[in-house]
């Protein structure tokens, strides 16, 4: 549930030195790393979205009170799976740590007779135009002895916090408008507005020597500061300093989660991105179990689905794979924000409103309950009766009433969400026998085909949400079969993603700083894979399987594995959106990759000469013959090796000429072995991937 890291105000995260951009280079807000505090609960790695959180904001300080807000250098960072720290340039040597529902700090003072720990409860949001998030109602108590609590309410949730300093002898005091409320224990405000607003919070005082440290405990809740307390007690105890042992804690889970991946052989660089795409693809959603601030009974709560876009095509499919209890609570989740607000999110933060992003896509959620459905795994199951009620009403919501009525509706790419979650909710349906629902759904679910031109064999003439018709155009949807046919077949379908990829095309120049309106208009009208940089083009890539071309799909991956990832700045080609990119990076380094909603897998040359998943099943193994290692350059220096291409596979011994395995044979653990080679070969080229009406027409 919590997260907390140095706040400098930047873009998109509230860390760093940018600000807000979506088109070429970013501009710089600040010339250095710096922070004017440590702040809770940051988003990871989204954009164009103008404040995230960063509430209650901690700042060790050896000032007067009146400096604080302004930012100090930071030096010496540290970052690791849930630890970060930092040196300020005042000499206070910062630690965090965090729990499920607590977060610990420890400062390292230099000698001084007035240290202080300042909590500000009116921070939130960015440093940026109108990305400020101003509480409309707040709660602040010194209860004495070091401890101290308060209640925020931010965007329609009350966010409450429980604290405890590690010197209680030292004094604290309220604070409003950065002055000091001597004697005062309470502060209550019933509203607050931008211009009304003015800081306030609480502060511990005292003298420290050189090198003392100081601890602050924090424990989370959205449902009041009584539970709050209960949190930080059930985490941190409550004997005084907990950093080490919660942080240990943490670690452990870290470990065991990250464990559940293992690879062997590529470059080190390699490796390092693999682990660290393997982390941040686990770093979302945030799960707040018994916290709901929006119904009052138990159970799990799901926030910072950000957005179903971002994450339903590849990151849920590797939660559901890695730890399938979370996948399940994620799900009960969206069924019950269904039924408290009326719709299956799109995206979900910890704030009132659940469709504020239907402007990406429609009907996303029924993908995720088709995968998990159809796998009938222990413990994934739920109430699926109840979840085809809320599948079925959901498709007929906002775009969907259009889809209803006409069989489109722009933008034209909500026409093929729309279709595919009827295809999804149609196999659900079906499995639990409601036969005629199930035609109705499949019916409509052709309807596929009224967003294309077949004159073109692309996406017809409409707006897109962060892409264009070509982009949109090689979407792997459940009649691929169709599609492709639809499009003048295969040589057709390939030449028109040949040309999406550059087969054969000058090289383009990226755009830099402050781009011009000419210039970005030239690179659109390309109609250009712009890389892995929107979700758009995952899946992309795949969509030569479906037309017997997998040696493309092996130069495509192997080319954004090599080219567009790396371990130092830029080292990824775009947001990584909650851990969808790097999820992606993930499955493509491991061969494989996630048909999400349709229970598949489609098979590439992987990055690593092995790879295994830990899954419900026990095992699941990706091993290669022929894998070349990396060569090593005149510098002694590994570099990657050029593209490889499957010669053969087999799939538990039996040989396996097609290019796909269902997810339930990756699932229940198995041994997948390909043999490579330098050169494309008929291997996949005759055998395709199943498509919805290739499966009728048996």
């Known amino acids: 549930m919590v997260s907390a890291c140095a706040y400098s105000g930047a873009y998109p995260t509230g860390y760093g030195r940018y600000g807000k951009n979506t088109e070429g280079v970013p501009e710089e807000m600040f010339d250095r790393l710096q922070a004017s505090g440590f702040t809770h609960f940051q988003q990871s790695g989204t954009g164009a979205i103008r404040k995230y959180y960063n509430y209650i904001r901690v700042t060790p300080m050896v000032q007067q009170l009146d400096v604080l807000g302004e930012s100090w250098p930071l030096r010496d960072e540290v970052a690791q799976p849930g630890y970060y720290a930092a040196t300020l340039d005042t000499g206070v040597r910062c630690e965090i740590t965090v729990g499920e529902k607590v977060a610990v700090h420890r400062y390292t003072f230099p000698e001084h007779s007035n240290a202080r720990v300042v909590i500000d409860l009116s921070c939130g949001g960015l440093g940026i135009e109108l990305g400020r998030t101003v509480p409309l109602r707040a709660h602040a108590e010194s209860l004495g002895g070091g401890r101290a609590q308060g209640t925020v309410v931010m965007e329609g949730v009350p966010l409450s916090v429980a604290m405890e300093l590690s010197s209680p002898k030292w004094r604290q005091m309220l604070w409003y408008d950065r002055r000091l409320i001597d004697g005062g224990t309470r502060l209550d405000f019933d509203s607050i507005r931008h211009t009304t607003l003015r800081p306030f919070g609480m502060l511990f005082i005292g003298p420290t020597s050189a090198g003392q440290t100081v601890e602050i405990r924090l424990g989370f809740s959205l449902r009041g500061c009584e539970q709050a307390r209960r949190n930080l007690e059930d985490e941190c105890g409550t004997n005084g300093h907990a950093f080490d042992t919660v942080r240990s804690a943490t670690r452990a889970r870290w470990r065991e989660h990250l464990g559940r991946v293992q690879v062997d052989g590529g470059t080190p660089a390699r490796r390092t991105v693999f682990a660290t795409a393997l982390y941040h693809s686990l770093i979302k959603p945030c799960f707040a179990d018994d916290e709901s601030p929006f119904w009052p009974n138990s159970g799990p709560f799901a926030f910072d689905v950000c957005t179903m876009w971002d994450i339903y095509k590849t990151q849920l499919p590797l939660l559901t794979a890695l730890a399938p209890d979370r996948a399940r609570d994620l799900l009960e989740s969206l069924i019950r924000v269904c039924e408290e607000e009326g719709n299956f999110p799109i995206g979900y933060r910890m704030a009132r409103g659940a469709d504020r992003f239907f402007r ?339």
């Open 360 to 698: 990406q896509a429609s009907a996303l959620a029924h993908t995720v309950l088709a995968d998990v459905h159809g796998l009938a795994l222990p413990g994934l199951d739920l109430d699926w009766n109840w979840a085809l009620v809320h599948m079925v009403d959901d498709l007929r919501r906002m775009y969907g009433e259009d889809f209803w009525e006409h069989g489109v509706v722009h933008p034209i790419s909500h026409t093929l969400d729309l279709a595919y979650a009827h295809y999804c909710t149609a196999q659900v349906a079906r499995a639990l026998n409601d036969v005629h629902l199930a035609d109705d759904l499949e019916r409509r679910s052709r309807q596929w085909t009224n967003a294309f031109d077949p004159g073109t064999g692309l996406l017809r003439d409409s707006e897109f949400y962060e892409g264009g018709k070509w982009n949109y155009s090689f979407r792997l949807l459940h009649d691929m079969a169709g599609r492709i046919a639809l499009g003048g077949g295969d040589d057709a379908f390939v030449a028109n993603l040949d040309r999406f990829f550059g087969y054969g095309a000058d090289p383009v120049v990226q755009p830099g700083r402050r781009p011009q309106p000419p210039e970005m208009a030239a690179g659109y009208a390309l109609q250009r894979f712009e890389g892995l940089n929107n979700e758009p083009d995952m899946e992309a890539p795949w969509a030569y399987h479906y037309a017997g071309r997998p040696d493309r799909t092996a130069e495509i991956v192997h080319s954004a594995l090599t080219w567009q990832f790396g371990t130092g700045p830029g080292g990824l080609p775009g947001n990584d959106d909650s851990g969808g990119l790097s999820s992606w990076y993930v499955w493509a380094s491991l061969g494989l990759f996630p048909v999400a909603g349709q229970n598949l897998f489609l098979i590439n040359a992987p990055a690593f000469a092995r790879g295994s998943l830990k899954v419900s099943g026990g095992e699941f193994v990706v091993e290669t013959s022929g894998h070349r290692g990396a060569p090593i350059g005149a510098d002694g220096v590994e570099f990657d090796p050029p593209a490889q291409y499957v010669q053969s596979a087999t799939l538990n011994g039996e040989p396996l000429d097609a290019t796909h395995i269902s997810a339930a044979d990756v699932h229940r653990g198995g041994r997948l072995h390909l043999q490579l080679g330098p050169e494309p070969s008929a291997w996949g080229r005759r055998v395709r991937p199943p498509s919805a009406s290739m499966l009728e027409s048996r």
